[in-house]
């Protein structure tokens, strides 16, 4: 079925530095890439997205980068801060009406 | 996001019986989905629905089942038949299909006594 991969699981970043979260997908005709932030025990919020004929968003200190022909697409924080804290997650459009997650990538910001 | 909500928050379920989380949208939004969660894992689709009195399965609708009567409400029962229900459920709504972005409710953590 489709898929999408997310990598790392975890990962720790001192306070100030940068952290990179990839994710692949499988259906080619993918075109929309949402990123949502979860806080433990609390709902996804959507932190940035894009669209299949955009190659790069920003958005202060967040950037999202699509490669369409390699099929995957990585979320940027610069300047992470401790609230940055919280597990991140993927997802890819897959047709008009079903979304798929990735796993999830636990940041953890040591101050 | 405080378009969505989603009662109870928690809810305790007794062996072989059927329960049912209220998820309801003041968004207006055509489509609404649930999501299942379970510790360290990302979101697994049950159900959604794009228009009123019509929903779709999911990958993992087995034990489920959802109703949509109105614009505003999608409930979503999980039934006897679902074995291993202990988990996090999150309801989403979207203007139209799964290419628009999904606002989600605040959940309802479901256990087993």
């Known amino acids: 079925g489709e898929n999408v991969e997310q990598h790392p699981s975890t990962l720790s970043v001192q306070e100030g530095d940068s952290a990179v979260i990839k994710c692949t997908y499988s259906d080619s005709a993918s075109n929309y890439f949402p990123w949502y932030k979860q806080e433990l025990g609390k709902r996804p919020q959507l932190i940035i997205d894009i669209r299949s004929n955009v190659g790069e968003k920003k958005d202060q200190r967040i950037a999202v980068t699509l490669n369409k022909t390699a099929k995957h697409f990585s979320l940027h924080i610069t300047e992470t801060q401790p609230e940055d804290s919280a597990v991140y997650f993927c997802?890819?459009?897959?047709?008009?009406?079903?979304?798929?997650f990735g796993a999830g990538t636990r940041l953890t910001v040591k101050p | 996001d405080g378009g969505i909500t989603q009662s109870p928050k928690y809810l305790f379920r007794k062996e072989g019986q059927n329960v049912t989380l209220s998820c309801e949208q003041n968004l207006n939004h055509d489509a609404m989905y649930w999501y299942r969660q379970d510790p360290g894992q990302g979101l697994r689709l049950i159900y959604y629905s794009q228009i009123v009195n019509d929903f779709q399965k999911g990958d993992i609708a087995e034990g489920y089942s959802v109703s949509r009567e109105k614009k505003e409400s999608f409930p979503l029962t999980v039934t006897s038949a679902q074995k291993n229900p202990t988990a996090f459920y999150l309801c989403a709504s979207s203007t139209r299909g799964a290419q628009e972005t999904q606002y989600f409710g605040p959940g309802t953590r479901l256990l087993v006594l």
């Open positions: 997802a890819a459009s897959i047709g008009v009406n079903d979304m798929r």
